[in-house]
């Protein structure tokens, strides 16, 4: 009953959501190969802690640059011609990682990759909630989580295979994964770029970037407040993110195996809880459910920090499977705070700030990983999230409630 609910709830949708889900569900393959050995890779190319953070700042320095024109183009303009600019960005990271020769090379390749995955998600995001009805809404997201990460079950146990049968943990190893990225990617993207539909612009020409500002703080106090929970989630993320498996190789002892099944459990965990956390988050709400799981996340940090033997990372990599089934729920949420119509341009302001904030904050991870403890990143976010985050969270409104009083 369950794939036949999947089935028809699929094959009712148009075209376009069928492809980017189809686009989602293979990059997501071919993009696993690579994700945990990026910045293992940027180390085993002479980068320091510190340089790693300022890698990692160049991101956020994208993301601000590109945020509020590329939100406005979304609404002014066809989302067929927006997917085929990312498909055509996001084929051209894995060729740029695999002939950076230095870690300043790397630099150009993140900022790249930001640049891609953060245009692509946008566009993708938009086409979704625009297709499904309100009460589905966090439901269809979830199910696009669930599927995209089927893929990602396998691809983490292939990398590990495929680098322990080249010889283990090298930068040349690790760009050959970078190549097989760049084939599986360039292949679907050719395949749904000539299979997407033109659609319609939702949008009116744009404001000036002060005025869609001032437009977006005075629609009511509930978007003020989720500005800044989002800009204090991202920053204190991106603080500890840039170190998370160079601290299970580097302090743990992790191996390829070991990270591939870290992925594996993960992926694993998140298909099977995606689709019932989507339900549920329209049964009860979307920010009651993320709050409920959230000490998941935390939990899975401390088995990182302080467990002696690097199998546990396997178990803490499983309970943390809930989080990308979060993510899929807060995005449901945030884009019922606006109106279709404008929903690229909010994502635009919101990544704009996001971005800003995240340029440093790379940054001082990698000082406080460095100079303080290796711990002192992940503890520094937990620390924001407990204890500024989630109470903020506590304050939102339901969006259906503030649907029906507008």
């Excluded at 993110?241 to 694993?268: C, Q």
Aim: net charge positive; charged share 15%; hydrophobic share 50%.
């Amino acid at each position: 009953m369950v794939l036949e609910d999947l089935r028809g709830f699929f094959t009712k949708q148009a075209r376009n959501f069928q492809l980017v889900l189809l686009k989602k569900t293979g990059f997501s393959f071919f993009n696993m190969l690579t994700r945990d050995y990026v910045n293992i890779y940027i180390r085993l190319l002479g980068a320091n802690f510190v340089q790693l953070g300022l890698v990692g700042s160049i991101g956020g320095l994208v993301n601000a640059i590109i945020a509020y024109p590329f939100g406005s183009l979304i609404d002014r303009y066809s989302s067929r011609k927006i997917l085929l600019m990312t498909i055509a960005a996001q084929a051209l990271v894995p060729l740029t990682y695999f002939y950076a020769r230095d870690w300043m090379w790397i630099a150009v390749a993140t900022a790249l990759s930001t640049l891609a995955m953060f245009c692509s998600r946008g566009v993708e995001n938009v086409v979704i909630a625009n297709s499904l009805k309100d009460a589905d809404r966090a439901t269809g997201f979830s199910m696009v989580t669930a599927l995209s990460l089927i893929p990602t079950v396998f691809a983490p146990i292939a990398a590990g295979v495929i680098l322990t049968r080249l010889g283990g943990l090298t930068a040349g190893n690790i760009g050959i994964l970078f190549l097989i990225e760049l084939a599986g990617v360039a292949l679907i993207g050719l395949y749904v770029g000539l299979r997407l539909e033109e659609t319609e612009s939702l949008g009116k020409r744009g404001k000036s970037l002060l005025q869609e500002l001032r437009a977006v703080m005075s629609g009511g106090p509930y978007l003020k407040r989720w500005l800044l929970i989002d800009t204090m989630s991202a920053s204190s993320f991106a603080v500890m993110v840039r170190f998370v498996m160079v601290f299970a190789v580097e302090e743990k002892g992790a191996d390829p195996l070991t990270l591939g099944a870290m992925s594996t459990v993960y992926a694993l965990v998140g298909i099977l809880s995606a689709i019932p956390m989507g339900k549920l988050a329209d049964r009860i709400g979307r920010v009651k459910t993320v709050i409920l799981i959230r000490p998941l996340f935390h939990i899975s940090t401390l088995i990182l920090l302080f467990t002696p033997d690097p199998r546990w990372i396997i178990l803490g990599w499983a309970i943390r499977g809930t989080f990308l089934p979060s993510l899929s729920i807060l995005a449901a949420y945030r884009n019922e705070l606006v109106p279709p119509s404008e929903r690229g341009k909010w994502m635009g302001i919101r990544e704009l700030l996001r971005g800003i904030f995240r340029i440093p904050a790379p940054i001082l991870g990698g000082i406080l990983y460095a100079q303080v403890s290796p711990l002192a990143p992940f503890l520094f976010h937990m620390f924001v999230d407990v204890f500024l985050r989630i109470p903020l969270l506590l304050t939102m409104p339901k969006t259906l409630e503030v649907a029906k009083d507008d």
